[in-house]
């Protein structure tokens, strides 16, 4: 789930081919931003994988401003188009089961969508968003409103809504957070010196819970949690949306996409 970038084994410069073809390049924010209308565009703005959305310097565009330069130069073809834009760091961060950079790139693939929907016409555009697979993360019930979402589970007085200022305590009388993995780098079991696994859970402080480096706690060791088998959302608007109802297959959705592109 970490790759990073390899060279070329062979002297292929794909750059000067984009070129060559009439493509104009850009490697930041600001050359992004002068490049005005240029199309076709390709946008290379990190060496492997873009910073995740905790992490991103100014120089870095964010998905929204990606976003908008797409749909900015497609919106012009009266044959119209078709745009796939990826949140994909959002599934990094759960593998590291950091859900503190996971939720954050989960609010900036938000901000792309609301964009996108704003710069486009229900009329005659199929919006549709939605997630290729699930993570073993899961979110505690029970905590008073206005818990930290990446926090600890902070307690409820009895007729009221909003929390008391202290956390609740699980069964073995230590605190918990709101959300938790099934596995992952968080295990609460270590490995030991004759490397079997023990471990009991950590005493959590509100500030360690909310430190965006924090890893959530998570049953099973693993050096990287995996995605999960749960079904998952998918919400659409526009032409054709009301096919997207119900429970159904992966491949389903390419069907729904298919047909709106070709329909009337
Ligand atoms: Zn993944």
Not at 18 to 42: C, H, I, N, Q, R
Not at 69 to 83: M, P, Q, S, V, W
Not at 246 to 263: D, L, P, T, Y
Request: hydrophobic share 40%; glycine share 10%; proline share 4%.
């Amino acid at each position: 789930p970490f790759g990073g970038a390899s060279a070329r084994e062979d002297a292929v410069d794909l750059l000067a081919r984009a070129k060559e073809a009439g493509a104009t390049v850009v490697t930041d924010a600001s050359s992004l931003g002068s490049a005005e209308g240029a199309f076709p565009l390709l946008g290379l703005f990190n060496d492997s994988h873009m910073n995740f959305e905790e992490d991103r310097p100014d120089s870095e565009p964010s998905l929204a401003q990606m976003t908008e330069a797409a749909i900015t130069r497609l919106k012009n073809d009266e044959e119209g188009f078709y745009l796939m834009v990826e949140g994909g760091r959002v599934d990094q961060a759960n593998h590291a089961g950091n859900a503190h950079r996971a939720l954050k790139d989960g609010a900036a693939f938000a901000e792309a969508v609301a964009l996108a929907d704003r710069m486009t016409d229900d009329a005659d555009t199929l919006i549709i968003v939605t997630a290729d697979h699930d993570h073993g993360l899961s979110f505690n019930g029970y905590c008073g409103r206005g818990t930290p979402i990446t926090g600890l589970c902070m307690g409820i007085a009895s007729g009221q809504v909003n929390h008391t200022g202290k956390p609740e305590l699980a069964a073995d009388g230590k605190p918990y957070t709101v959300i938790g993995y099934l596995n992952g780098a968080g295990s609460v079991l270590t490995e030991q010196a004759d490397h079997t696994y023990f471990g009991t859970r950590a005493v959590l402080s509100q500030e360690e819970a909310l430190d965006p480096d924090f890893h959530q706690q998570a049953l099973i060791p693993m050096e990287a949690e995996t995605h999960s088998g749960a079904d998952v959302a998918a919400w659409s608007k526009g032409p054709w949306a009301h096919l997207m109802a119900g429970s159904v297959e992966q491949n389903f959705i390419f069907h729904v996409m298919n047909h709106a592109m070709k329909a009337e």
